[in-house]
């Protein structure tokens, strides 16, 4: 017999294996409690220990992570990818983002990034397409594609919903997008909305000679989910957006088998997000639940708009350079930019994000004064004038939408 004891997690002479998961945290040990003493617990409970020493005998297989090392507030675990089931995400949360973020041992803790090995990346699927929606679903690959939820966000009637997404389409958007708050209410049901959507679509296309699709939101109990899923493939869209930090990650993973049989791609909303992120100091960071959405096979991911929106952002460079980085032959995820953005706003966030993207604006495209579809095009203007390298300024003196856009919005954030 011997035994654990939650001191034994720490061993700063210890290299990672390349088969380990890294974590990285930063952490606030608890009054009277040492940084090493608390990383040491960190690592316990993350992995097999407890708050008490336990006996163990040599039919035990030890799992325990490993804090390796301290650095001022941030520590490093590094956990044997055996302790983790394959392709099972909650699995790992549970684990890396579990008991810990609770422990009196530390005031704060927050998981700012992970180092995820081939032993553990290859039980996940990873995107079907990722950022080649641009080019398979649109055959785009010059240019951001374009995105607008129409706004108010709820209430409309179904006829109207698909009426704006008609409005903006021919205005020049690529995607009619669902907001998260509108689902299969009564004052606008699923079935229909998509129905009444598609067949604005496909109007839209014909008169455009542009492909356009629709994010409908299929957010909803995972069995419910599958349904709505199967309906928009039957209807011939080609995607569904799904709200993944609200419905989970089980049911992401569920979903996203779903969508390879049907060839369907999936937009990856992410409200709840700041529940965990918004906190400098404690939760999980969005750079690790956008690696956590890569892993589970979203195609596009709302990232933020580089500050330059409504809602506060973290480091949307850093986790779209991530979500495009090589990770085992993974696909990478398309960005999306979303939340306050208008059209003034588009040659920075392009100088700042690049052109590989999705933006997504609302407010900025219906609350045009001359209406969604000018709205639309004004978005359309304001990112050909980045591509055709003209200052967005001197382009809008030959569009007027755009030009009635910057006269209401200038080129500054909104509050
Ligand atoms: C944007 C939006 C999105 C947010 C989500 C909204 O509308 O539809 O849900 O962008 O934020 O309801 O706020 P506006 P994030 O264009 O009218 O702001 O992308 O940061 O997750
Ligand atoms: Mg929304």
Redesign the pocket.
């Known amino acids: 017999m011997s035994g654990i004891s939650y001191e034994d997690f720490l061993d700063l002479s210890y290299t990672p294996t390349e088969t380990d998961l890294v974590c990285t945290f930063r952490i606030d040990p608890a009054e009277e409690m040492s940084m090493e003493a608390a990383a040491s617990r960190v690592a316990s409970e993350s992995s097999n220990g407890t708050w008490a020493p336990l006996h163990i005998d040599d039919t035990f297989t030890d799992m325990g992570a490993t804090t390796f090392a301290i650095d001022g507030d941030t520590i490093q675990v590094a956990y044997p990818s055996g302790l983790f089931e394959p392709g099972n995400m909650p699995q790992v949360l549970s684990c890396i983002a579990g008991n810990i973020m609770g422990m009196k041992a530390v005031d704060t803790i927050r998981l700012e990034d992970c180092e995820w090995p081939e032993a553990i990346v290859e039980g996940y699927p990873g995107p079907q397409f990722g950022s080649g929606v641009r080019r398979e679903i649109f055959g785009v690959d010059d240019r951001p594609i374009l995105a607008?939820?129409p706004?108010p966000?709820v209430g409309l009637s179904t006829e109207r919903h698909a009426e704006v997404g008609y409005e903006a389409w021919i205005g020049g958007v690529d995607l009619l997008?669902d907001?998260?708050?509108l689902t299969d209410q009564s004052f606008n049901p699923y079935s229909d909305r998509l129905t009444e959507s598609l067949a604005m679509r496909d109007e839209a296309e014909d008169e455009t000679g542009e492909k356009k699709s629709y994010l409908v939101n299929v957010t909803a109990e995972t069995n419910e989910m599958l349904e709505r899923v199967d309906e928009a493939a039957s209807l011939g869209n080609e995607y569904v957006m799904v709200d993944v930090v609200t419905c989970g990650w089980a049911a992401v993973q569920t979903v996203r088998e779903r969508c390879e049989e049907l060839g369907l791609a999936i937009h990856a909303?992410?409200?709840m997000?700041a529940a965990f992120d918004r906190l400098p100091d404690h939760g999980v960071s969005m750079r690790v639940i956008a690696q956590v959405a890569r892993l589970c096979g979203v195609d596009q991911l709302?990232?933020?708009?580089v500050g330059l929106?409504?809602?506060a952002?973290e480091d949307t460079v850093g986790i779209n350079e991530w979500l495009r980085s090589e990770l085992y032959g993974l696909n990478d995820v398309l960005p999306?930019?979303?939340?306050?953005?208008h059209p003034g706003l588009v040659p920075q966030l392009m100088d700042a994000a690049g052109d590989n993207l999705c933006i997504?604006?609302?407010?900025?495209?219906?609350?045009h004064p001359d209406g969604t579809r000018a709205g639309a095009a004004a978005l359309r203007q304001a990112v050909d004038s980045v591509t055709e390298d003209v200052p967005i300024e001197v382009y809008a003196q030959g569009h007027s939408e755009l030009a009635t856009a910057l006269e209401k919005w200038g080129t500054e954030t909104p509050r």
């Open positions: 607008t939820v706004k966000k997008k907001d998260e708050n909303h992410r409200a997000h709302h990232t933020g708009t929106g409504k809602l952002n999306t930019a979303s939340g306050g953005l997504q604006a609302g407010g900025g495209i219906h609350g």
